[in-house]
């Protein structure tokens, strides 16, 4: 149960992170999408460890096959298997956790609900989870990409203490692949760099923000009352590993301005209805509204440390823990495309369902 998402454009995932394979089954997508392995590959690139030397340096080439649901490289409209195998696994180095509840993970969680846990990467909570729905975005986001030019662009602008401003409005994917944080704003991701660098060295770990900006989203996606778009974009993000917080438009700020201050006035633009400022961040009644939709995500510093800290064993016995292995002192460069993934399921399983609504 809750390993699938979306209504018509419908993924499943499985697999853990020190098990065979992580993959996906994606159920409901269109027919005669040309799509091949190595356009998934290109998002699954972005999103693989050992990319650069702020991630963790477990080296996985994360070579994505499809199994199913293509025929002369185009879906056929029936279920589409994507996988994924382990290579870099290594189970036996966290054998000193088996008996031994990680700070701020999934294993007392994990073995209340289950009775049972896999204890090696933290099995299925772990964030390499996440290369299904990069995956099986892929295929969204090329469709949304080709049928009608929605472009979704995620982005860091925040890393601990250290933020920059940059402008949702022109930021392109090219800006961001340009350092290695994926942070647009060159000198801030040099800050940023340093600053996860010194984390690294001290045996910690650092959170921060990623940004993202869906730019064409046609007016009149969303659902009442309970699947608003920014209902189900709030759902997407926080299933992400780490995830700690969402806000949409103008989100907490929000609070410090008067209704007349924060209301989008309406104009015409272009001949269509448009409005004057963007508060709302591209939805309104939870339902898109022809604007950008933005919105930021929020990342925890990463759970797992090489400072010894306090816990306790299945047994309640207090002990020592102090993290070994390869491990993301930063999840936050590696969040961008998965951030980006999450956002492209919801806009395409969206707009699937819109068309049932007009023809």
Do not use: W
């Amino acid at each position: 149960m809750g390993n699938s998402f979306g209504k018509l454009f419908k993924i499943t995932s499985f697999g853990e992170s020190h098990g065979g394979a992580v993959g996906v089954i994606v159920d409901g997508c269109p027919a005669n999408i040309e799509i091949s392995e190595e356009e998934i590959q290109i998002e699954l690139d972005r999103r693989k460890p050992g990319q650069s030397k702020i991630v963790t340096p477990r080296k996985e080439a994360d070579a994505v096959q499809i199994l199913s649901g293509l025929y002369e490289g185009k879906t056929t409209g029936t279920p589409i298997c994507l996988i994924v195998f382990n290579k870099d696994a290594n189970p036996k180095a966290y054998e000193h956790l088996k008996e031994v509840f990680r700070p701020s993970h999934a294993d007392y969680t994990y073995l209340e609900k289950y009775g049972h846990r896999n204890h090696e990467g933290g099995g299925r909570s772990s964030a390499r989870e996440t290369i299904a729905r990069v995956a099986a975005a892929a295929i969204a986001q090329k469709f949304l990409k080709e049928t009608i030019n929605i472009d979704t662009v995620g982005y860091v602008s925040q890393v601990h203490t250290i933020s920059c401003s940059i402008d949702r409005n022109t930021v392109t994917r090219e800006q961001v692949e340009a350092t290695i944080v994926r942070c647009p704003h060159k000198e801030s991701a040099e800050l940023m760099i340093e600053h996860i660098e010194k984390a690294r060295k001290d045996g910690d770990s650092l959170g921060g923000i990623v940004e993202c900006v869906i730019r064409n989203v046609p007016a009149g996606l969303g659902e009442p009352a309970f699947d608003k778009l920014k209902a189900d974009l709030a759902k997407a993000m926080m299933s992400i590993p780490a995830t700690m917080g969402f806000d949409i438009g103008s989100g907490f700020s929000s609070i410090h301005m008067t209704g007349s201050e924060h209301n989008d006035a309406f104009i015409l633009k272009n001949g269509d209805v448009g409005t004057r400022t963007n508060f709302s961040g591209g939805t309104q009644g939870g339902i898109s509204n022809g604007e950008d939709i933005y919105f930021r995500v929020a990342f925890k510093p990463t759970a797992t440390i090489f400072k010894e800290q306090d816990t306790l064993t299945k047994d309640l016995e207090p002990v020592k823990l102090a993290a070994k292995g390869r491990h993301d002192p930063c999840v936050i460069p590696r969040a961008v495309p998965i951030v980006e993934a999450m956002a492209n399921l919801v806009v395409m399983d969206h707009l699937l369902r819109q068309n049932a609504y007009q023809f």
